[in-house]
């Protein structure tokens, strides 16, 4: 029993400790891009979007349509774009993973056709 609970505080904090470094590599790699040259996001920019980003941040970082990812994704939930990348792979029992994967392949996408 405990040590099931140590490998959960241990599993826990690992998982952490990788979502704050994914957070400090994002916001170097928007600082990065801000001081260079105040140019938007594109499409070489999608390996920054991350599970726990929800879709209106997607949306806003690389100025998509409100409900592109929606109707792409067929996204249903009410909570739309106010929910994260995990939570909607979550709700069709998909890996976090392959579905942000399948979000910045249709910002690629998007990007490639309208730029």
Do not use: C
Request: avoid cysteine; proline fraction near 3%.
């Amino acid at each position: 029993m405990i040590g099931g609970l140590i490998i959960l505080i241990v599993a826990s904090f690992a998982f952490a400790i990788q979502q704050y470094i994914g957070i400090k590599n994002l916001e170097d790699h928007l600082r990065t891009r801000i001081e260079r040259n105040h140019a938007a996001l594109g499409a070489n920019d999608v390996s920054i979007i991350a599970s726990w980003m929800t879709f209106a941040y997607v949306n806003t970082l690389f100025h998509l349509p409100a409900d592109h990812l929606q109707t792409i994704l067929a996204i249903t939930d009410k909570n739309y774009p106010k929910l994260s990348i995990a939570h909607a792979a979550g709700e069709i029992k998909q890996d976090p993973t392959l579905y942000t994967h399948a979000v910045q392949t249709v910002v690629e996408n998007y990007l490639a056709g309208n730029q």
